[in-house]
């Protein structure tokens, strides 16, 4: 594909792009407010002398990109990728003595802030450097509200409005040990190192661990900080996930970001080979591992409403019998039927999830014990992530049944 192709297809929201050359060796790693602009910008006819830009796009053969919620999540992950590819295109910055680093200090219990230190103190790890000291700064609010850890120095004598405004566990009053301190300083390094698999496989063990030991509330904890890791950097959509989830979140009231949402949907004809389906996603995009189908068991005849009790029942019945987590948000296709059916089935297994229905024929939002049904704008991004949602769990259950019908009849 040629290259201006290539960036044609970069979307318009912040990330990190990568340039490569005619080998695929990653030659520049940048970061832009909006990517498909900023690439764009390095193609513009240059005047005079070749400059260093020049000879840069004179080797770019493929430009691969990762979106991100923000500039500043950007700024992290560019420097956490120039270390891992070290590109020769970037070797001013990495070799400039004058830009901020993150110092990562080895106290008991370590402060991290930024630095543009003249000489590096022992015991302490450095990351960066950074272009921006502003969005440097913001990036680590963002990481803080993950996992807390202290700046101050030197040591307080009591608690600051850090620990407060929830950026810092207070390790100055013992409100956290210091195994525990470490473990988010160890996690925060993780993410600063850019080797976010390795992250994500720490937490989802852990949370299963803690699950399996039935403290539910710190098995929770750990999965609110999983799945902000997995949309700090929110892969390569077109349209930034946070974004329609914040809206989803006010236009619906919900009490937290929808990050894990579970869909139903019922397929059968005249009654006959009925089945269910669950799509799930996480942070916006499809979490197939985690699709379920089911084929109705308990009820006769044409009952779509019974049908939805059912495999809610039974989905949300195992979740709670297993000790496993619930989502944050529950999608049913149908109207208030539909939705009441479902919601009569999670007051009975007294489970308390956000739970909503959408209607296909004129797009309506039904919440429990709302006469009046929501109305989202027709481009608005909430709207379009639950019709993803819907459609996904449809299509899910459509298949389910054809594949059904097509064993009949090759039993028949």
């Given at each position: ?7 044609g ?35 513009r ?50 070799d ?46 963002i ?9 101050c120095?030197?040591?307080p ?19 956290i ?6 473990k988010?300083?160890?996690n ?53 996930y ?17 990050e894990?949402?579970e ?46 009790a ?72 909430g ?9 996904e ?20």
């Open positions: 594909m040629a290259i201006q192709d290539l960036i297809k970069l979307p318009l929201t912040s990330g990190v792009y990568l340039m490569k050359d005619a080998d695929g060796k990653v030659i520049y790693v940048g970061k832009a407010v909006a990517l498909r602009k900023r690439v764009q910008s390095y193609f006819r240059s005047r005079g002398a070749v400059s260093k830009t020049d000879l840069l796009v004179s080797e770019i053969a493929a430009i691969d990109h990762v979106n991100t919620a923000s500039e500043a999540e950007a700024l992290i992950l560019e420097a956490s990728l120039i270390k891992k590819y070290n590109p020769k295109y970037n070797v001013e910055l990495r400039d003595k004058s830009y901020p680093l993150i110092e990562v200090t080895g106290e008991a219990f370590p402060r991290i802030s930024v630095e543009r230190p003249r000489s590096r103190a022992k015991g302490s790890r450095y990351y960066g450097p950074y272009v921006a000291v502003t969005l440097i700064r913001e990036a680590l609010t990481i803080r509200k993950i996992f807390r850890f202290r700046t120095d030197p040591f004598d009591k608690e600051c409005l850090d620990y407060h405004i929830g950026l810092c566990d207070a390790p100055c009053i013992g409100k040990s210091k195994a525990e301190y470490a988010n300083i160890r925060v390094c993780l993410v600063l190192e850019g080797k976010k698999d390795v992250l994500q496989r720490n937490l989802s063990r852990e949370m299963e661990t803690l699950s399996a030991a039935q403290q539910y509330e710190k098995a929770a904890a750990v999965r609110d900080r999983l799945q902000a890791i997995g949309a700090l950097y929110s892969g390569t959509g077109d349209v930034n946070y974004k329609e989830a914040e809206q989803l979140q006010r236009a619906l009231n919900l009490p937290r970001l929808p894990r949402i869909a139903f949907d019922i397929s059968n004809i005249m009654g006959h080979q009925a089945v269910g389906s669950m799509a799930a996603f996480l942070n916006g995009k499809p979490d197939k591992q985690n699709y379920r189908r089911f084929r109705i068991k308990e009820v006769q005849g044409i009952d779509d409403f019974s049908m939805i059912e495999i809610v029942r039974r989905r949300y019945r195992r979740l709670r019998d297993e000790g496993r987590l619930f989502p944050d948000l529950i999608v049913i296709d149908g109207g208030k039927g539909q939705l009441s059916a479902a919601l009569n089935e999670l007051t009975a297994l007294d489970i308390h999830v956000p739970i909503i229905s959408l209607a296909k024929r004129e797009e309506e939002v039904f919440l429990p014990r709302k006469r009046e049904a929501v109305r989202l704008p027709s481009d608005s991004l709207l379009k992530l639950l019709q993803r949602l819907r459609d769990a449809h299509r899910f259950a459509i298949t389910y049944h054809r594949k059904l019908r097509a064993q009949q009849t090759l039993d028949g």
